[in-house]
């Protein structure tokens, strides 16, 4: 009984032991991103498989340093055209200043502010790959 009481305990341990820290690191795509004003869509549009569902974030939760690439098409290819490198603060979840969401494999970018009096938000998606 001694013994059965010993593997249960350590079973229950080892499960309940499990890190649970998100594991932020790697490369996030393009993949769409939506517009909304007051609220409500005005723009949705899907970036998978396009030149710029190219364009991405390198996240390494370890560095204080995000990468940025841009694509763009250029012609009957697709071309990089802008690489920049961001501040990334993993403990309050921002590159260069701005909030981050980190949603299973997805980064989110939300940017919001108000013209003519209407709230507009521009939501980027970003997909783990």
């Known amino acids: 009984m001694k013994k059965l009481f010993y593997i249960l305990?350590?079973?229950i341990f080892i499960g309940c032991s499990k890190d649970e820290t998100p594991d932020y690191d790697g490369k996030y795509f393009f993949s769409k991103n939506i517009s909304k004003e007051n609220g409500v869509i005005t723009m949705e549009s899907n970036w998978e498989n396009?030149?710029?569902g190219k364009s991405n974030y390198i996240v390494n939760e370890?560095?204080?340093?995000t990468t940025y690439e841009?694509?763009?098409p250029k012609g009957n290819s697709c071309n990089l055209s802008n690489t920049q490198t961001?501040?990334?603060d993993s403990n309050s979840k921002k590159i260069?200043?701005?909030p981050v969401t980190f949603?299973?494999?997805l980064l989110i970018l939300k940017w919001e502010y108000t013209h003519e009096n209407k709230v507009i938000e521009n939501i980027y998606y970003y997909k783990k790959n």
């Open 9 to 11: 305990t350590s079973i």
């Open 50 to 52: 396009t030149c710029y």
């Open 62 to 65: 370890n560095s204080k340093y």
């Open 70 to 72: 841009s694509w763009i």
């Open 86 to 88: 961001f501040t990334f």
């Open 96 to 98: 260069d200043g701005q």
């Open 103 to 105: 949603e299973g494999n």
